[in-house]
C-alpha cells in the first residue's frame, strides 16, 4: 500500500472447501480495530465466487485489473472506491488468490507504474505461499491429510525431550488396520483409499 500510496489494500486466497476466495488480510478501514477483528477472523467476510465481482474475474482470468473512476462500474459496490489494482497471486500456473489495493490518498487514479510495482509484489507474496504449499506437502499424506514419518519423527523427538524437561506424561495414540490387504484385494483400492 505504502508503493502505491493506496488507502486500503486486502488479499484473498481461494479456498477449495468453499470454493471461493477468502478475505485473509485487510488494512485500511476507517477504524483499524475492524481491521484487528476481520483479520483475527473475528468479523466473518463473505467469500466471492471466481468469476465473481473484480476479485473474481482477476482469479479466473489470471490476469491483473486496473480500473478508473470505478463508481460507474456496476460490479463495485462500494461508493467510496474511485480506483482500483487487483493483480492474482501466481505461480507455477497455479493462482493462489488476489492481492487488491483501492484508492491513492491523493484521489487521483492509479498508473502503469502502480500496476507494475504491485505485480511485482504479487509475484513475491505468491511465491512465498508456494513454498509454504510444497513444505505442507512434503510433510503431510496426499490421502489422509495427516503428517508423514518425515515430519513426526523429528516432531516426536522434541516432544520426548520437552516431557522429560518439564517432568510430564507424554502420551502416543497408534492405531493399526487389521486385514486392510483384503479391502484392497476385496473391494480395490478405491475402496482402501476410502477406509483410510
Known amino acids: 500500500m505504502d508503493m502505491v500510496d493506496?488507502?486500503?489494500g486486502h488479499i484473498m486466497t481461494y479456498d477449495n472447501d468453499s470454493k471461493e476466495l477468502k478475505l485473509q488480510i485487510v488494512h485500511g478501514m476507517a477504524n483499524s480495530?475492524?481491521?484487528?477483528l476481520i483479520n483475527d477472523g473475528k468479523i466473518p467476510m463473505e467469500g466471492i465466487k471466481p468469476g465473481q465481482g473484480v476479485?473474481?474475474?482477476?482469479?479466473?482470468?489470471?490476469?491483473?485489473?486496473?480500473?478508473d473512476e470505478v463508481t460507474t462500474h456496476d460490479e463495485i459496490i462500494d461508493d467510496d472506491i474511485h480506483s482500483i489494482i487487483c493483480v492474482p497471486l501466481r505461480m507455477n500456473e497455479y493462482t493462489y488468490g488476489v492481492?487488491?489495493?483501492?484508492?491513492?490518498?491523493?484521489?487521483?487514479?492509479?498508473t502503469d507504474t502502480d500496476l507494475n510495482l504491485i505485480s511485482i509484489l504479487s509475484s513475491s507474496v505468491a511465491a512465498v505461499m508456494d513454498q509454504e504449499k510444497l513444505f505442507k506437502e512434503s510433510i503431510t499424506d496426499h490421502l489422509t491429510g495427516l503428517f508423514t514419518r518425515r515430519y513426526f519423527e523429528p516432531k516426536l523427538e522434541k516432544e520426548v525431550l520437552?516431557?522429560?524437561?518439564?517432568?510430564?506424561?507424554?502420551?502416543i495414540i497408534a492405531i493399526d488396520a487389521d486385514h486392510f490387504k483384503k479391502v484392497n484385494d476385496q473391494y480395490g483400492?478405491?475402496?482402501?483409499d476410502a477406509v483410510l
Open 33 to 36: 480495530e475492524i481491521d484487528r
Open 55 to 67: 476479485q473474481g474475474k482477476v482469479f479466473d482470468s489470471g490476469q491483473p485489473i486496473k480500473l
Open 6 to 8: 493506496a488507502a486500503k
Open 162 to 171: 520437552r516431557a522429560v524437561r518439564y517432568h510430564r506424561p507424554i502420551s
Open 189 to 192: 483400492h478405491a475402496a482402501g
Open 99 to 110: 492481492l487488491y489495493v483501492t484508492n491513492k490518498s491523493s484521489r487521483v487514479p492509479f
